[in-house]
């Protein structure tokens, strides 16, 4: 293993180190004029596409992905990362501090959707959620 890889393993991934990433690769290959607000948000749909066609057809699979090769939980992670990093560099460009707006979103839903209220419940006055 390189010198790099072995600082990137026992690097804390952190939403701003990630976001500090992406706006490097983009200013080392002058693709800065690319990543505007729309063009990312239009990769990111692109990769949730993708990352759609994963699950296509296989009808529902149980937690953890037991049955899955190990290329086909690495191709899985490949596309999650495509979605969070074009996630991540969009609220960038857009000034949005997203890690501060997650929080402030988790704080958000827990007041709309009070424990006791919503236990058995899904939350949009739909069905029971079924039981694991
Ligand atoms: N203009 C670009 C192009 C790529 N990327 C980065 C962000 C994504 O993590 C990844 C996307 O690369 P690809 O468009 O090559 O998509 P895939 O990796 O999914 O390849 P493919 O579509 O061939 O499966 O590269 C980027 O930041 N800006």
Redesign the pocket.
């Given at each position: 293993m390189t010198g790099a890889a072995t600082e990137e393993r026992d690097e804390r991934v952190t939403l701003d180190l990630l976001t500090k990433k992406?706006d490097d690769?983009?200013r080392e290959r002058n693709?800065e004029r690319?990543?505007s607000p729309r063009n990312l948000l239009l990769?990111l749909v692109g990769?949730v596409g993708?990352l759609s066609e994963i699950f296509q057809w296989k009808g529902e699979v149980p937690k953890g992905l037991p049955d899955w090769k190990d290329e086909e939980k690495q191709h899985l992670g490949?596309?999650l990362?495509?979605v969070l990093?074009?996630l991540v560099?969009l609220s960038d460009i857009c000034g949005v501090d997203l890690g501060k707006a997650a929080l402030r979103k988790v704080q958000l839903n827990a007041l709309k959707y009070p424990v006791n209220v919503q236990n058995n419940s899904n939350g949009d006055g739909g069905s029971e959620q079924p039981s694991d």
């Open positions: 992406m690769f983009a693709w690319f990543h990769a990769e993708e490949e596309e990362s495509d990093l074009y560099r």
